[in-house]
């Protein structure tokens, strides 16, 4: 079964490849209908990890700045897929220079930054005040990069997005990304879907708490271990009842 899941699961990557490949081009052909692309590429991608998604808390249709969690590759569309709105990403320079991906940032309105040039990140910063004050949101991950290792908890945050979101003064939501790259298994490797939540935390301006930036972190690391550990306990109930359930079989065939 794990090798036939592993053959279906080398489709679905391929399919996916095939959908931002076009997404990209599509992009590039015609930059009018970019967000209309980007929502049905994403929708597409989600859609072949996904068994569930669960949205907890409400998106704040007034802030400025979403921070979260980076657990996957594959967060960008998840979060493109569950909201509706144009969002603009703070991206490395280095996807601007992929033959066609390149596309999908720099005709989209996302931000292209390079960290080791100064210059670069002060255009960043201007960039992302032109985006807010047309009533876009920006989102970023403070941890820059995901922890492969163990997606169930952050790495370091960079105090990048502390200086853009206090010299800017905008408004900042949390949100959390559960289960995600859990949808990717190994030995052999396969694709299988997963529930998949996204809890937004309440939104807030800097200004009203000089600590918000590591209580952030804290809120965003005490829901992750709360959701895992509550998944955790489901897998072991389930275990639990079918070892019940093999007893029971086992007493009666003796019988």
Not at 22 to 30: A, D, K, R, S
Not at 82 to 109: N, R, S
Not at 117 to 143: A, C, H, N, W, Y
Not at 217 to 235: C, P, W
């Amino acid at each position: 079964m794990k090798i036939l899941n592993s053959i279906t699961s080398f489709f679905k990557l391929l399919a996916g490849g095939i959908c931002v490949f076009f997404t990209g081009l599509m992009c590039g052909i015609n930059p009018k209908n970019e967000l209309k692309y980007r929502k049905w590429c994403s929708k597409f991608l989600i859609n072949l990890v996904a068994k569930e998604i669960i949205i907890e808390g409400e998106l704040d249709k007034s802030t400025n700045l979403l921070i979260g969690n980076h657990t996957h590759n594959l967060d960008i569309a998840l979060m493109e897929s569950v909201i509706d709105e144009k969002l603009i990403w703070v991206a490395k320079k280095e996807l601007g220079e992929i033959p066609v991906i390149k596309y999908m940032v720099t005709k989209t309105g996302m931000i292209l930054v390079d960290r080791n040039d100064k210059r670069s990140v002060l255009k960043m910063l201007k960039e992302i005040k032109e985006k807010t004050q047309k009533g876009l949101k920006v989102v970023l991950f403070p941890e820059g990069t995901r922890n492969k290792i163990n997606p169930k908890k952050m790495i370091k945050w960079k105090n990048g997005p502390k200086a853009v979101a206090e010299k800017l003064n905008l408004k900042v939501q949390p949100f959390v990304i559960v289960n995600l790259p859990f949808t990717f298994k190994n030995n052999p490797f396969r694709i299988e879907k997963q529930m998949i939540k996204v809890v937004f935390l309440p939104s807030f301006y800097p200004k009203d708490n000089p600590k918000w930036f590591e209580e952030s972190k804290e809120k965003i690391q005490k829901v992750l271990d709360k959701e895992y550990s509550k998944m955790e306990n489901e897998k072991l109930k389930v275990k639990s009842e079918k070892l019940k359930m093999e007893n029971f079989n086992i007493f009666t065939t003796l019988l």
